[in-house]
């Protein structure tokens, strides 16, 4: 069965350094991916996402991911983290018409 | 475009009591999808409309709850009678997905129901 592992349910960096987030799928063919942000009280906001071609998407907000295909994993990175970063961040599979969510990872930015 | 419109933001009601959540999906967008999000749970889809015709209702947890779409602008979520364990962050979401592929999906701000 399509499934998304987010092994880490909260981390905690200090502003200015590295972040990566991790992301594993189980799923039979070729998946599309998606990383999420969801900043409290609001809805979540596509970071960026995965179909086919280049293995390390860019998307919004200076974010990157990076799919694997032999490891089964899309993480999500981020060079220099920034206050405004801290939120929840959702990696989800796509497949017949749905998306399957992980459990989220919280991310909590120290000054 | 003013992205996925819920209402009511919030809402707070008493056991039995009926509930409707209602959704403006994005002009254009073929999917609409209703989510529940908890801390127990995370986020769930609960069903998923292409055209305005329901595609998978696995999600709905019980005959409680019902989901609607009588037009290409305008759906709704409702619970009949509620209970406390109701109570969550229910999403609205849209997406343009094509014949092939997947779009993306783009959320509303949801609805935070209380059920007392």
């Known amino acids: 069965a399509q499934s998304v592992t987010q092994p880490d349910i909260h981390i905690t960096v200090s502003e200015g350094a590295s972040l990566e987030l991790r992301c594993n799928y189980s799923?039979?063919?070729?998946?599309?991916l998606f990383w999420y942000v969801q900043s409290p009280g609001q809805g979540l906001q596509l970071l960026l996402k995965?179909?086919?071609?280049?293995?390390l998407v860019q998307g919004i907000k200076g974010f990157e991911a990076e799919f694997k295909r032999s490891q089964s994993s899309f993480n999500l990175r981020k060079p220099s983290v920034h206050w405004s970063d801290a939120a929840e961040y959702f990696c989800a599979v796509g497949f017949t018409g749905k998306l399957i969510f992980g459990q989220g990872t919280t991310l909590q930015v120290k000054p | 475009d003013a992205g996925v419109i819920q209402s009511p933001r919030h809402e707070v009601t008493e056991m039995g009591q009926e509930v409707t959540l209602r959704c403006k999906p994005i002009?254009?967008?073929?999917?609409l999808f209703w989510y529940r999000q908890t801390m127990m749970r995370g986020l769930e889809l609960l069903i998923y409309?292409?055209?305005?015709?329901?595609?998978?209702d696995s999600g709905m947890p019980e005959d409680r709850f019902s989901a609607k779409m009588p037009n290409a602008s305008f759906s709704t979520l409702k619970i009949q009678p509620s209970e406390p364990r109701d109570s969550a962050v229910y999403f609205c979401?849209?997406?343009?997905?094509?014949?092939?592929?997947?779009?993306?999906?783009?959320f509303g701000p949801g609805t935070r129901l209380t059920v007392l």
């Open positions: 002009s254009g967008h073929d999917y």
């Open positions: 409309f292409n055209n305005n015709v329901p595609i998978d």
């Open positions: 979401a849209s997406s343009p997905m094509g014949n092939l592929g997947l779009g993306e999906q783009f």
């Open positions: 995965y179909f086919s071609g280049d293995t």
């Open positions: 799923y039979g063919a070729t998946p599309y």
